[in-house]
């Protein structure tokens, strides 16, 4: 149920960008400087205006034209706030590896300056892109080195932001553990300073946490007090995404009827919201609840639905999942070749989308060759699974080594070398 954070730090840093860029006047002895701060002013101004506007791409050479004129003026403070506005622009354009080295560069002058809370802010930004590159174990040193310096800072809600993004990260590698304490003092904190909006974000962090310990009864809790904040907040695809997270929660909790009641309204709220991907991630687990208790029906429209709401929001790594539900669905039905054409698709779109990604394409397509083995595709078994081992193998990973050694034994008594191929069905057409 991860579920990416929300870009956030537009919110929490424009303040800082849009509104602390006009300069002290410099003295008449000073032509050059003058102009050049005036200069600065001009281009800052105009950026700012567009920046507003969402047009990044033309802010973005303003930007540079403002830190070369304050770099002329020698006010390291405003150079600092004009690589902020640059990486925050090169990271709306999906730069993040040129905002990074922007965010790197603003750190350096903060420092130097001896504001450490603007530079943790910085560690604070380059963390998420960090994060978003795929670099979490980065992104959580960064955020380790930025708090003690967000803790001092005056504007504490930056040190809230940053424990909410730390909190997610430790989760998603698989230490929630660790996570708790940060999610706590996130809301405490939110709760000090009666900010409702972070109150909302720091319950639904906790409820991930503790959902993440085993504690899906408290997770529940958590998740439904934040989306009712959410709700009063006309926050509405947080909301939907609460909904989605509680049902979750109550699967565990063997409470099937709510899951799947509330599973169907999340994939409602996003389908309204126009969010094909989440839709999507929420039918497919509709069909996996219909599909334990042997509703075939409503468990393949479910599944076929969640395809179809995947590709058509072109989110390719939903459709992957949405694709391994319908084969279930398919194979519950005892209709092997379908679902071995339907996991011959999620393999072949499993290899874009995980391609850094091992332990998933693994996964993919060991669960292929099972379902290969039952429509008596042999040959196509015996390929997947030595695919599997080279990427183990890569991957130098006795962990993997060992699952996909474990499956190729379980597969073996499936494998009748005498029997004929049979013909797969062909694949769903792309829409």
Known sequence: MSRPAPRRWLAWGCGWILFGLIPSPLVAQEPDRARAATEAASQASEADRLFKLGEFAAALPLYRAEHASRATTGDLRYEAYALRAIGICQAELGDDTAAVDSWRQAHTLDLKRDDPGYAGYDDFLIAQAEARLGRAEAAIQTLDRALPRLTGAADRDHEIDARLVLTRLLVGTGRADQARGHATRALELARQLNDDWRVADSLASSGQVEGALGKPDVALDQFTQAQQAFERQGRAADAAWMETTSASALVPLDKPDQALARFEQAA????????????????????????????????????????????????????????????????????????????????????????????????????????????????????????????????????????????????????????????????????
């Open 268 to 431: 409602k709220l996003h389908k309204h919201l126009e969010d094909g991907g989440s839709t999507s991630e929420d039918l497919a687990a509709v069909a996996g609840l219909h599909l334990e208790a042997g509703r075939l029906v409503p468990a393949l429209t479910a599944a076929q639905e969640a395809v179809d709401q995947a590709r058509d929001a072109d989110d390719r790594a939903r459709e992957v999942e949405a694709l391994v539900r319908l084969a279930q669905v398919q194979g519950a039905k005892n209709e092997w070749l379908k679902a071995a054409a339907t996991l011959d698709e999620a393999v072949i779109l499993g290899r874009q989308v995980a391609r850094d990604d091992p332990p998933e394409q693994i996964r993919i397509l060991l669960t292929a060759a099972a379902t290969d083995a039952r429509a008596g595709l042999t040959n196509r078994t015996d390929e997947r699974i030595k695919t599997a081992e080279r990427l183990a193998d890569e991957a130098k990973s006795s962990e993997l080594k060992r699952i996909v050694a474990n499956t190729a034994q379980s597969l073996r008594p499936t494998i009748d070398p005498t029997r004929q191929e049979q013909t797969p069905a062909p694949p769903i057409p792309p829409r």
